[in-house]
């Protein structure tokens, strides 16, 4: 399948209307089934994204003049996730072949139908890579680039009357980017009711620190201390899109068209919202919310692998969701 991916890359990326329709008709020959699926989709978005990079939309357009009757098809996958990238890049709307193709796949359900076909202003940053402005990794790092917030003692004290509500369901949709993508650990997602109102100030790291964190075992018996910062929902979405897309050490990335669509999932997780919220009014209610980055010296941050770690007060000012992920492998550095 490898000998096919590389064909299907080779003519994706040779900007002819024909080697774009070859492209496709090979990538939409390759399996759905679970035992291939895994390679086939590797395939499918591989082509997928060097179709949009170098094909001209003209030719692009070419390939939807036959509407999807079922999703179980290969060749409406591919079709699918050409959407999906050329929404990465606000392309397609108005041309009626890719609109009314576009339109049958939401009727259909298809999961990539559900984000909009331009990208949001939230979405800024997707796969935009600033010279000098790499993984965060250590606290001088974190304070160079977001502004640090100071501990408090109502902080502390709030965190302690905190209960934990956990929701297993909505903890994998909030860890979906660095699970689909293979990150070396199991994310940890936590969401935590408190007694009464917490104020702004004092969401730091006094308050998180107070919380019963996985990632936070051992604090205070290293070397160096941990620390919060302010950010906000387009910083966050931007790591869980790098994380879907990118991929881990153990797995592979997803494409952007559904590392985009993970990214969304686990933000909508992340705030507590229905998957029927419409996406204006989610991008509304993030902006409502209040957003953390923290960092701490325990055995989950190695602070020279990819390490990301967010807390978020909902609007309310009761309700805090945790979210730490690390691909460093644990099992290896035991191992050393």
């Not at 109102?197 to 936070?216: M, Q």
Request: aromatic share 6%.
């Amino acid at each position: 399948m490898r000998a096919v991916g590389r064909i299907a890359d080779a003519l994706a990326e040779t900007r002819s209307r024909d080697c774009a329709r070859f492209a496709v008709d090979i990538a939409g020959l390759l399996s759905l089934r679970p035992a291939q699926r895994a390679e086939g989709d590797r395939v499918r978005r591989s082509v997928a994204e060097k179709l949009v990079k170098t094909q001209q939309l003209r030719d692009l357009e070419a390939l939807f003049g036959e509407l999807p009757v079922r999703l179980d098809d290969p060749a409406v996958e591919v079709r699918a996730c050409v959407l999906g990238e050329l929404a990465m890049i606000g392309a397609g709307r108005g041309r009626p072949a890719l609109d009314a193709y576009a339109e049958r796949l939401r009727e259909l359900g298809h999961p990539l139908a559900r984000p909009p076909r331009t990208r949001l202003d939230v979405e800024h940053r997707f796969g935009v890579r600033v010279r000098g402005l790499g993984s965060v990794k250590t606290p001088d790092q974190l304070r160079s680039r977001f502004p640090e917030i100071a501990p408090t003692g109502s902080g502390t004290a709030a965190g302690r009357t905190a209960v934990e509500s956990p929701d297993a369901g909505r903890a994998a949709t909030v860890a979906e980017p660095f699970t689909v993508s293979g990150w070396s650990r199991e994310p940890e997602a936590r969401f935590f009711t408190l007694q009464g109102t917490l104020e702004p100030d004092d969401f730091n790291i006094a308050f998180i620190k107070e919380l019963s964190l996985e990632c936070l075992a051992g604090e205070g018996t290293r070397r160096g201390g941990a620390l919060t910062c302010h950010t906000t929902a387009d910083d966050v979405i931007n790591e869980l899109f790098a994380a879907a897309h990118n991929g881990g050490v153990n797995g592979q990335g997803q494409g952007a068209a559904y590392a985009r669509l993970h990214a969304w999932n686990s933000l909508y997780a992340l705030m507590g919202l229905p998957d029927d919220t419409p996406f204006p009014d989610a991008v509304r209610h993030a902006a409502d919310c209040r957003w953390l980055r923290f960092m701490a010296f325990t055995d989950w941050f190695h602070h020279d692998a990819a390490d990301v770690a967010f807390a978020v007060l909902d609007r309310s000012g009761t309700r805090v969701t945790v979210l730490a992920a690390t691909d460093a492998d644990t099992d290896a550095d035991d191992q050393v």
